[in-house]
């Protein structure tokens, strides 16, 4: 399954809002956002070697944020079977529990 990171470039010093959107199982850091001045509310970052590295940027409200341990037990679902079959009529991906929290949590992009 691909792996979704959000980085920006070193030298962008934009002030991007990443909000309600999810990384999972990546080999390094979830976001990464360098030099710009981003802001991170309720985003969900899962088995991702470093859920953040946020440089100058602001965080409030996402999985890291919020302490404990976050894992395949902490979500319904792991399986992107759902996710990467076939899409609805109009197009769009079916809802799923796939990354989903468990506690209800309003972290993360839902499918």
């Given at each position: 399954?691909?792996?979704?990171?959000?980085?920006?470039?070193?030298?962008?010093?934009?002030?991007?809002?990443?909000?309600?959107?999810?990384?999972?199982?990546?080999?390094?850091?979830?976001?990464?956002?360098?030099?710009?001045?981003?802001?991170?509310?309720?985003?969900?970052?899962?088995?991702?070697?470093?859920?953040?590295?946020?440089?100058?940027?602001?965080s409030?409200?996402?999985?890291?944020?919020?302490?404990?341990?976050?894992?395949?037990?902490?979500?319904?679902?792991?399986?992107?079977?759902?996710i990467?079959?076939?899409?609805?009529?109009?197009?769009?991906?079916?809802?799923?529990?796939?990354?989903?929290?468990?506690?209800?949590?309003?972290?993360?992009?839902?499918f």
């Amino acid at each position: 399954m691909p792996r979704t990171f959000f980085t920006q470039r070193p030298g962008n010093p934009g002030a991007p809002a990443i909000s309600r959107t999810t990384t999972y199982r990546n080999g390094g850091s979830g976001f990464r956002t360098g030099r710009s001045r981003a802001t991170l509310t309720a985003n969900l970052s899962l088995l991702d070697t470093e859920p953040v590295r946020l440089g100058g940027s602001t965080s409030r409200g996402n999985s890291w944020d919020l302490g404990g341990v976050w894992n395949e037990g902490s979500v319904l679902s792991t399986d992107p079977a759902k996710i990467t079959g076939a899409r609805a009529a109009d197009g769009s991906i079916p809802s799923s529990p796939f990354l989903v929290p468990r506690d209800g949590s309003a972290l993360g992009a839902r499918f």
